[in-house]
Every structure is written in structure tokens, then in C-alpha cells.
């Protein structure tokens, strides 16, 4: 945005708003608000309600109070234990309350006697008067809280400038210009879906009367948040049915067939469902856009696999592309073997190629020679030059950026994409991160597929019976994974502390002592490439019988006798992780033990790993855990800033969401998007998205 001289005064610098002049314009700078837009969409990052103010008398030990009072004391000393403890003294409406900070100096100099402030927090009565311990401060204006009610919004600050100083720059703004502010939305549609106008939920949020009057105003801003991010994932998805031209994969019966013949079993009701929704998409001439996502163990890549032959067999390439090299090497190894007796040319491309093997590789891509090429990251590269690409699969999408699978579709003919997961992606989540997919879940389990009996620990007594039981089950002849939550040991942490959350250390306690009976193995991804696959290949082959590891066995490893995991310090991991490690487990015909060695009892483990006791359903899982950690963490790499929302929260904004969604979705399906009433929205919506959703010029 220019902050030069302009006609429009919604760019004009802030400098030139009442009441801020140059040098108060130098303070916005440092929080990025250079024009009269930028305050205007400044918004408060909380609200105080004056009308839910307490006197002295009205305090209660214990209970949350807020209380309003002008400073007549304050001072700093040190305590006996050596704290600085500083004390302000307030004369609030019934009496004096004190507030106390320690080892907070800094504080003395930002009170002043006569200053009119709020404390928030929890009393208590301490030596014959009501003190706060580390309170909630809210300095005040002289204009504010004249009446004893109303609300105040609360905004973003920086060295220099007060709360109230920038309530009263934000009332300027709001004042002169909000009436400016044009509305991207028809009214016939505003009124359709039950919103205010922009320029009054503008005035609403910024200079409420009631707490409710803000929330009206800042609802109408989580909608058009939302309302954009959806209306351009409804362009992307009609643009990819309308526009996106693929070679049609056409399949008989014969060959349906003949596929089928590969597999050593029959596919459940679920997969055949799958099957013939991709089939469906394989067969048209426009490209295929759908996420396939199935539970742990509810056997997705079989269902890859027989989307691959399809397009192999009407004379393209298909592709795979994992997320790391050890899931590339097991879906070749799946692969591999599956294929054995078939024709089909097939290729591992992996950053772990020598030059020699990598160039002839590259060549037998180009040529076509190559029909089925596995990979990573690596299959994406410029130097990689497909014949005829029919088919796109990327495994783990959230692994990767959230716009990656756009590398396979820049050319005329794009190949038909199906995105996989075998993580369970909560609704909020699949409404956004693959909101321009169709979608075809799996949540049927093989037949015979027993659920993997869970069980938390806690404390030396049952971690004990754990290992004692597991002793035996490896006696019998089974494997167990113990994984830990790093791979060293922490030298700074204090003495028998750090026992269990390393790898290294773990595998050295096991391996001389509670399993020292035992062939034990370690296994973690700062291991060099080759040790790792030696490693995973001895426990696969059953030469060895405990494995320590990282979470490099968090998806996609198969080792049919494993039967036991312990999971170490289970609270530091998210419930859709956890949940994908128990997966590696119980895949076989012997039924599973998953143990979450916990060392905290806090409320928020217990519960976590309580939903891991009482279900084996991924997908409840992955709300509990988008509930719980939200979006970021959910999909494993803490990437929520690739989610392109400016003021909405999926977590708190889920009714919203579905609301924005059907209306976005409802306005592109129809062509009512295209009429001129929406022409400025539609501008908006390709200007902010054009990027990141691969639009194309034209829009």
C-alpha cells in the first residue's frame, strides 16, 4: 500500500488524522499502520465492560474482580528473599486496594500519583486490606470512565504510546472516516445473509456503547474474512473443473479386472467406494481434484496403487510423492512387491540417489520408460520432465506446503490429482487447507483389523509392569517400538529428569538393562540415510525385537509382528501424532498394546490421553486435538500462518465458517459472483488470493 500524498483519504497518511501528527506518526509506524486503512482495520485485541466494575465492598477472595481506582502510592523494595517487590496503591470506591508486582522495577516508573488505572485479577485479603498479586492493568485516559460504564476497546501498543492515547487517535480516525468506507457487498446480499453494513460495523467494533455492539461489528469482519478465503477457493475449484483440461483414463471391466488380480485380497466397501468416486473423476476430460482421507490403517494406499494401474494402462505416467524419504522407500517397498509380476516400469526418485542413478532416472522419466515414479520432494524439481503425466498423487499433503501440489499443473494438460491423508483432518481444517477438493473419506477397517488395546502409565510402579509385560509378548515372538519425544539427551536438565525423552539415551538404559535379553535397535532421522533404512530393514525383517526411535516411524512404516509401543512422555505430542504412531502397531493378525508413558498429571495430559484411552476413531481424535492445540499444530509442522485468514480463528469461528461457506460456495456455483453487483468483491477476492491459489492472470 503507497503512503505517499493521495486524493483518496482512506490512503492517506496517518500523520495528516486528527490529532497524530509526525512524531505520534512515527509511533504507528512501529506498528505498521501507515494510513487511515491501516487504523481503521487496527483491531482491538480485547474490550473492557465498565459496567461489570466492583468496588472494595463487592471483592471476594479467590474470584476474578476488576476494580477502578487513581493511584496515591506506590514504591519498590526488596524483600527478604531477595525479590523487588513493587507496590501501588489504589482509592478505589469503598477503600484503598494494592496492587504488588515482583521482580518488575521497570513498573514504579509507569504509575503516577493521580493516575487513573483498572486491576484486574484475583484478590485476597492480606493484613487488614484487599491486594492483588501481578494484576491486569489498564491505564485511563481523563475523558474515560467519567460515567462508571461503557466499553473500551483494547489495542496493540509500543514503546511511547498509552492505551488511552491511541483510543483517542482510533476515535479520530474512526469518526472522520469510517462513512468513507465503501462496502464490497450488495446490500441485496447483506441482507440476505443477515449483516451489518461495513462502515457501521467499523464505528461498532472501534467505539462501542456495549460489549455486544462490538461483537456485532466484529462479526461482520470474521465474515468477510472468511467469506473472501472461501469464495476463492470456489473460483480455484471451478476454474479446475471449467478450465483445467487432463488426458482422459478411461477404465473397462476387463481391466478393472485385471488390476484387481494384483491384490492378494478384496477391498472393503469403503475402498470400492473410493475407488469409484476416483475412477469417476479418472474418466473426464477436465482434471481430477480430490483429497482422499482415510483413518490409520484403513488401507488408502491400496487404493493409490489401483488409481495408478488405471492411468498406467490408458498409456500415461502416474507419480507418487511422500513427504520423506522413509515413507517413499515403503511405499516402494509396498509397491514393489505388489507389482512384481506386472510389466509396469517403476522408479524411486529421492535425494538419496548417486549423479549416475539420478541422471538415468531423470532420462526414463522423459522418455516415458519410467511409468510409475515414486518420490519425494524431488519429483517436483525443474529437472524433472514427464512424457505424458496422467496422474498426481502427494501423500501427507500438510506435510508440505500448503500450495505444493500446484507444481504438478502448470502446463496446457494437467495430470488428474488425488491428495492423501492418512492423518484425519477435522472439518474446519478440510473446509480451508482442501477447500477446493472434492472429498472421499475411508473410515472402514480391513476385516480382522483389531483395535490396539491403550493404555496410559504413570509413575515407576506401572512402567514397570509395562516392560514386564512386553518382555514377554517379545518371548512369544513379537516386536515393540519405545519412541521418544527427541533424539539427545539434555545436559541442562537436572539428573534422572531427562531419562526418558531422549532416543539416545533410552536405547543406551534398555538395551544394558531391562531388554539387554534382546536384539534392540535405534533409529532417529539425525541417523545418515543409509544407517536409518539398514536399521528399519533389520526390525522389518524381524532381526531385531525392540526398536527406539524418534517419530521417523510416525507414518507410513509397516511391520505386520509389531504388536507393543510405549511412547514416551505421551504429553508432549498432539493426539492426531499419537494417534499416528499407535497406527504403526497391530497391523497383523496378533492384537496391539499401545502404552503412553506419561509424566505430568496435569488437567490438560490427563484429558488428551484419556481420548486416546476411549477411541480408536480418528477422526473424533482429530477434533479433540484441533479443539485442544488448534490449526497449526494440528497439522503437525505449526504452519497456521499458511492459512491466509486476517482476523478469524477456525477454532472459534467454526458456525461462521460453514456459514461463509455455503454462501461462497452458493454465489460461484450459481454465476451470481459474476454479476457487476459483485464485481469490486471479486477484485478483492483474486488481488488478495491470486498468488496463493495459482490463479491465472485473467482471474
Not at 56 to 67: H, I, S, W, Y
Amino acid at each position: 500500500m503507497s503512503h505517499a500524498a493521495t486524493d483518496d483519504p482512506l490512503l492517506r497518511p496517518v500523520q495528516f488524522v486528527r490529532g497524530v501528527g509526525p512524531a505520534r506518526a512515527e509511533l504507528l509506524a512501529r506498528l505498521n499502520l501507515y494510513t487511515v486503512t491501516d487504523l481503521l482495520w487496527n483491531l482491538p485485541r480485547d474490550v473492557l465492560d465498565l459496567s461489570h466494575i466492583s468496588t472494595v465492598f463487592d471483592l471476594k477472595e479467590g474470584e476474578l474482580r476488576t476494580v477502578f481506582g487513581v493511584v496515591v502510592d506506590r514504591d519498590a523494595k526488596e524483600t527478604s528473599t531477595g525479590k523487588i517487590m513493587t507496590a501501588v496503591l489504589l482509592q478505589a470506591d469503598g477503600g484503598f486496594v494494592r496492587g504488588v508486582f515482583f521482580n518488575q522495577p521497570f513498573l514504579l516508573r509507569k504509575f503516577e500519583i493521580g493516575q487513573r488505572v483498572l486491576f484486574s485479577g484475583k484478590p485476597k485479603f492480606h493484613l487488614r486490606r484487599w491486594e492483588f498479586s501481578h494484576p491486569r492493568v489498564q491505564w485511563l485516559g481523563e475523558e474515560e470512565m467519567g460515567d462508571g460504564g461503557g466499553v473500551l476497546p483494547v489495542y496493540p501498543l509500543t514503546e511511547g504510546l498509552s492505551q488511552h492515547e491511541m483510543r483517542r487517535v482510533m476515535r479520530s480516525v474512526v469518526e472522520d472516516f469510517a462513512p468513507l468506507v465503501l462496502d464490497p457487498l450488495p446490500e441485496s446480499f447483506r441482507t440476505r445473509a443477515q449483516i451489518m453494513g461495513l462502515s457501521s460495523a467499523l464505528q461498532q467494533l472501534h467505539l462501542p456503547k456495549t460489549v455486544d455492539e462490538h461483537r456485532v461489528g466484529m462479526r461482520r469482519l470474521l465474515f468477510d474474512d472468511l467469506l473472501e478465503f472461501q469464495l476463492a477457493l470456489a473460483l480455484r475449484r471451478r476454474f479446475w473443473k471449467r478450465e483445467r483440461q487432463a488426458i482422459p483414463l478411461p477404465i473397462s471391466a476387463k481391466i478393472d479386472a485385471r488390476i484387481r488380480r494384483l491384490f492378494s485380497f478384496h477391498f472393503t466397501a469403503g475402498q470400492n467406494q473410493a475407488i469409484k468416486e476416483i475412477v469417476g473423476d479418472l474418466g473426464r476430460e477436465h482434471a481430477m481434484h480430490r483429497l482422499l482421507q482415510a483413518d490409520v490403517g484403513a488401507g488408502k494406499t491400496a487404493v493409490a496403487v489401483y488409481a495408478m494401474l488405471v492411468a498406467i494402462t490408458a498409456g500415461t505416467q502416474a507419480v507418487i510423492m511422500a513427504p520423506t524419504e522413509v515413507l517413499a522407500q515403503q511405499h516402494w517397498n509396498t509397491i514393489d512387491r505388489l507389482l512384481t509380476d506386472s510389466r509396469v516400469e517403476r522408479r524411486l526418485l529421492t535425494g538419496g540417489l548417486s549423479a549416475a542413478q539420478r541422471r538415468t532416472t531423470l532420462e526414463e522419466i522423459a522418455t516415458g520408460r519410467a511409468q510409475l515414479v515414486i518420490g519425494t520432494q524431488a519429483v517436483i524439481q525443474e529437472a524433472v520432465k514427464f512424457q505424458k503425466l496422467g496422474l498426481a498423487i502427494v501423500d501427507e499433503q500438510h506435510k508440505f506446503g500448503v500450495m505444493q501440489r500446484a507444481r504438478f499443473t502448470s502446463s496446457d494438460i494437467s495430470p488428474h490429482v488425488l491428495v492423501m491423508t492418512a492423518t484425519p483432518i477435522p472439518r474446519s481444517l478440510c473446509l480451508t487447507q482442501f477447500g477446493d477438493l472434492d472429498l472421499t473419506l475411508i473410515s472402514e477397517l480391513p476385516p480382522g483389523r483389531q483395535r490396539v488395546v491403550t493404555s496410559r502409565i504413570f509413575g515407576p510402579l506401572a512402567t514397570q509392569k509395562a516392560w514386564n509385560f512386553i518382555r514377554q509378548k517379545l518371548r512369544d515372538g513379537r516386536q515393540a517400538y519405545v519412541v521418544c519425544p527427541r533424539v539427545e539427551e539434555d545436559a541442562s536438565a537436572p539428573i534422572g529428569t531427562d531419562a526418558t525423552a531422549s532416543a539416545e539415551g533410552v536405547f543406551r538404559n534398555l538395551s544394558q538393562g531391562e531388554f539387554k535379553e534382546f536384539r534392540v535397535g535405534l533409529v532417529h532421522g539425525q541417523q545418515d540415510r543409509e544407517a536409518r533404512f539398514k536399521t528399519m530393514d533389520a526390525f522389518r525383517h524381524g532381526e531385531i525385537d525392540l526398536l527406539v526411535s524418534t517419530t521417523v516411524i510416525e507414518v507410513g512404516v509397516d511391520v505386520p509382528n509389531a504388536t507393543l509401543m510405549v511412547i514416551h512422555q505421551a504429553e508432549r505430542f498432539g493426539l492426531s501424532q499419537l494417534h499416528q504412531l499407535r497406527g504403526r502397531i497391530g497391523r497383523g493378525k496378533f492384537q496391539g498394546y499401545c502404552f503412553l508413558a506419561s509424566e505430568s498429571d496435569s488437567l490438560d495430559a490427563t484429558k488428551r490421553l484419556a481420548a486416546m484411552e476411549s477411541t480408536s476413531d480418528g477422526f473424533r481424535i482429530a477434533e479433540v486435538d484441533f479443539e485442544l492445540r488448534g490449526p497449526g499444530d494440528v497439522l503437525g509442522t505449526r504452519q497456521s500462518g499458511s492459512l491466509p485468514l486476517r482476523v478469524a480463528d477456525l477454532v472459534r469461528d467454526q458456525g461462521l465458517l460453514q456459514e461463509t461457506r455455503t454462501a461462497a460456495f452458493n454465489l460461484v456455483e450459481t454465476g451470481e459472483f459474476d454479476e457487476p453487483a459483485f464485481g469490486p468483491l471479486k477484485n478483492q477476492v483474486l488481488d488478495r488470493f491470486r498468488q496463493l491459489m495459482n490463479f491465472p492472470q485473467s482471474g
